[in-house]
């Protein structure tokens, strides 16, 4: 039986995703996750237990493993698992990006610096001065990426990410990169994400995407991602060269990119360049068929890829045509979830592909900069791509979602609000 391992966080969106493709491949998926290593396989999948902050033990714990389960291809999904699956690569002598590029490609400082050594237009970095965006360096998402105008809401900033890095959840990961804070120049313009593949060494552009809606801050929410973007083929040529030349300084070779970008009057600058597929359930916005073949062989992102682990080129395959869309459902204010209405009034909406709300009843919401997570996802497709957006917009403007203060916490006579819901 031919098997894939599958390097993933265990709360990730995509693994059921990537579980139905290879099931359609005929071939079996060996996931390896941050779980417990202490309890006895708790989710009954024979997942490798690993610890991503422990680099050496978790290839080791990946190698032992695969004496009883030989491994063909390997697959990383979201950013903390791209360095480890490198080094699996290399240990099993399987295509792979490099171990270094992976990890320059996960911290944000060490990418900037690679870019700015190639020659490359990246945001100053060093006395930025105003405005400026403040970040961690090993975060995704946009999660604790905040713009500062003036020295006031730049301490402001510097402060809330602090506290952002101390909580629970993040130092739970055991990161040294959690200790870093970047501090850039704010670049304006029109902001594009980029999937792709490189096939050793060889770029091959999956789907560019728009994002209509301003990206200005204070905070930086992504909501909408549509393709194609309504760019000239200069402008994409434009976009395509830059993360090709921001791939090469990172000096990664083979796997999934996602890229993203700003374009301004005075050029592209690539903002990041992570070895790994676009993220949550976004990748249900692209579906592929083989060029110049039937259009019944449609398949997914998750397909491509894992075909792509076992040595297939992505040449052959392009994105389904025409538009596609998808809508990140932002949380509209911190607080308990206690009901969702108007779902069955999105899905009728004309150009609505499916709704997915992802978030569950009584779980705390936290919006960004603090929050990782979003209440769910629209997708639609349609003839153009501005009739896609549209039909998001009023999906979205069909949905209610009531949510509830946070129950705070009697703590002797007095009432306060628990810090360590955050």
Same mark, same amino acid.
């Given at each position: 039986?031919? #098997?894939?391992?599958?390097?993933? &966080? &265990?709360?990730?969106?995509?693994?059921? @995703?990537?579980?139905?493709?290879?099931?359609?491949?005929?071939?079996?998926?060996?996931?390896?996750?941050?779980?417990?290593?202490?309890?006895?396989?708790?989710?009954?999948? !024979?997942?490798?237990?690993?610890?991503?902050?422990?680099?050496?033990?978790?290839?080791?714990?990946?190698?032992?493993?695969?004496?009883?389960?030989?491994?063909?291809?390997?697959?990383?999904? !979201?950013?903390?698992? &791209?360095?480890?699956?490198?080094?699996?690569?290399?240990?099993?002598?399987?295509?792979?990006?490099? #171990?270094?590029?992976?990890?320059?490609?996960?911290?944000? %400082?060490?990418?900037?610096?690679?870019?700015?050594?190639?020659? $490359?237009?990246?945001? &100053?970095?060093?006395?930025? !001065?105003?405005?400026?965006?403040?970040?961690?360096?090993?975060? @995704?998402?946009?999660?604790?990426?905040?713009?500062?105008?003036?020295?006031?809401?730049?301490?402001?900033?510097?402060?809330?990410?602090?506290?952002?890095?101390?909580?629970?959840?993040?130092?739970?990961? %055991?990161?040294?990169?959690? /200790? /870093?804070?970047?501090?850039?120049?704010?670049?304006?313009?029109?902001?594009?994400?980029?999937?792709?593949?490189?096939?050793?060494?060889?770029?091959?552009?999956?789907?560019?995407?728009?994002?209509?809606?301003?990206?200005?801050?204070?905070?930086?929410?992504?909501?909408?991602?549509?393709?194609?973007?309504?760019?000239?083929?200069?402008?994409?040529?434009?976009?395509? +060269? !830059?993360?090709?030349?921001?791939?090469?300084?990172?000096?990664?070779?083979?796997?999934?990119?996602?890229?993203?970008?700003?374009?301004?009057? #005075?050029?592209?600058?690539?903002?990041?360049?992570?070895?790994?597929?676009?993220?949550?359930?976004?990748?249900?916005?692209?579906?592929?068929?083989?060029?110049?073949?039937?259009?019944?062989?449609?398949?997914?992102?998750?397909? $491509?890829?894992?075909?792509?682990?076992?040595?297939?080129?992505?040449?052959?395959?392009?994105?389904?045509?025409?538009? +596609?869309?998808?809508?990140?459902?932002?949380?509209?204010?911190?607080?308990?979830?206690?009901?969702?209405?108007?779902?069955? /009034?999105?899905?009728?909406?004309?150009?609505?592909?499916?709704?997915?709300?992802?978030?569950?009843?009584?779980?705390?919401?936290?919006?960004?900069?603090?929050?990782?997570?979003?209440?769910?996802? $629209?997708?639609? #497709?349609?003839? @153009?791509?501005?009739?896609?957006?549209?039909?998001?917009?009023?999906?979205?403007?069909?949905?209610?979602?009531?949510?509830?203060?946070?129950?705070?916490?009697?703590?002797?006579?007095?009432?306060?609000?628990?810090?360590?819901?955050?």
């Amino acid at each position: 039986m031919t #098997r894939i391992l599958v390097l993933a &966080t &265990t709360t990730g969106y995509q693994t059921r @995703s990537f579980g139905e493709a290879a099931e359609r491949l005929g071939v079996e998926l060996v996931f390896a996750t941050d779980r417990c290593h202490q309890l006895e396989d708790p989710w009954q999948d !024979g997942a490798i237990a690993i610890r991503p902050s422990d680099e050496e033990a978790s290839v080791a714990a990946i190698v032992e493993a695969a004496r009883a389960r030989p491994i063909d291809g390997i697959l990383a999904v !979201g950013d903390r698992l &791209t360095v480890v699956a490198a080094s699996v690569a290399r240990a099993f002598g399987l295509p792979g990006h490099p #171990r270094e590029a992976a990890a320059a490609a996960r911290h944000k %400082r060490l990418t900037r610096e690679r870019l700015h050594a190639a020659g $490359l237009n990246v945001p &100053t970095f060093v006395s930025p !001065g105003f405005p400026c965006v403040v970040k961690p360096v090993a975060l @995704s998402g946009s999660r604790g990426v905040i713009r500062a105008d003036d020295p006031a809401s730049l301490v402001s900033a510097i402060d809330r990410v602090r506290a952002l890095l101390r909580s629970p959840d993040i130092r739970a990961e %055991r990161d040294p990169s959690h /200790d /870093d804070i970047l501090v850039e120049e704010f670049i304006p313009g029109h902001e594009y994400a980029v999937e792709g593949v490189l096939h050793h060494g060889q770029f091959h552009v999956l789907a560019i995407f728009d994002k209509p809606d301003p990206l200005d801050g204070p905070f930086f929410e992504e909501t909408i991602y549509v393709t194609p973007p309504e760019l000239s083929p200069v402008e994409e040529n434009a976009i395509v +060269s !830059g993360i090709v030349r921001a791939a090469a300084a990172l000096a990664l070779r083979h796997g999934p990119i996602h890229a993203e970008c700003r374009v301004n009057a #005075r050029g592209v600058y690539v903002l990041e360049v992570a070895a790994r597929p676009i993220g949550g359930l976004c990748a249900r916005a692209l579906r592929f068929v083989v060029d110049g073949g039937p259009s019944a062989s449609v398949i997914s992102l998750e397909e $491509l890829l894992l075909r792509h682990a076992l040595g297939e080129s992505p040449e052959r395959w392009r994105r389904e045509r025409p538009a +596609s869309a998808v809508m990140m459902i932002p949380i509209p204010r911190r607080g308990v979830l206690r009901g969702v209405a108007g779902v069955d /009034d999105a899905r009728d909406i004309e150009g609505i592909d499916d709704v997915r709300i992802t978030a569950k009843m009584d779980q705390l919401l936290v919006p960004l900069p603090e929050g990782a997570s979003y209440l769910g996802f $629209l997708f639609a #497709r349609a003839t @153009s791509s501005a009739e896609a957006v549209g039909a998001l917009r009023e999906a979205h403007h069909a949905l209610h979602f009531r949510v509830d203060p946070e129950v705070p916490v009697l703590t002797g006579s007095a009432m306060r609000y628990n810090p360590e819901h955050d």
